[in-house]
């Protein structure tokens, strides 16, 4: 039997990648627009129109194949679904030498 080990809360820093922190972050972005889309009941065809992309790319990213997408059209998508985005920059804890980003969903 294995030995059981806890994960942080970023599975791509488990898994060693070197830009574990923006693909959490854009794994977050995914999962708001994909809860969108199902929440406006859109079909992938509708969705990507009303977003300014491709149907094959939308699909790609609702199955977490958004390495081809910036952050910055992320954030545009969830705009043209009708949502703010805002980006709050503030100073690290005394705590910590680095700053890092974060999702918030309000």
Same mark, same amino acid.
């Given at each position: $039997?294995? @030995? ?6 970023? =599975?791509?820093? @488990?898994?060693? $990648?070197?830009?574990?922190?923006? $693909?959490? =972050? ?6 708001? #627009?994909?809860? #969108? %889309? /199902?929440? /406006? +009941? ?10 300014? %992309?491709? *149907? ?8 977490? *194949? !958004? ?5 910055? +059209? $992320? ?11 805002? %980006? =709050? ?15 918030? !969903?309000?």
């Amino acid at each position: $039997m294995s @030995d059981i080990q806890r994960g942080s809360t970023n =599975v791509y820093a @488990d898994l060693g $990648m070197a830009d574990a922190e923006e $693909m959490l =972050v854009k794994a977050q972005l995914a999962s708001k #627009i994909a809860g #969108i %889309i /199902r929440q /406006r +009941k859109l079909t992938q065809t509708q969705a990507a129109e009303l977003l300014g %992309i491709t *149907q094959p790319k939308l699909s790609g990213l609702l199955r977490g *194949q !958004f390495r081809g997408i910036s952050e910055t +059209k $992320m954030l545009e998508c969830l705009t043209r679904l009708g949502r703010d985005v805002q %980006i =709050v920059v503030k100073a690290t804890p005394r705590s910590r030498a680095e700053g890092h980003v974060s999702v918030v !969903f309000a």
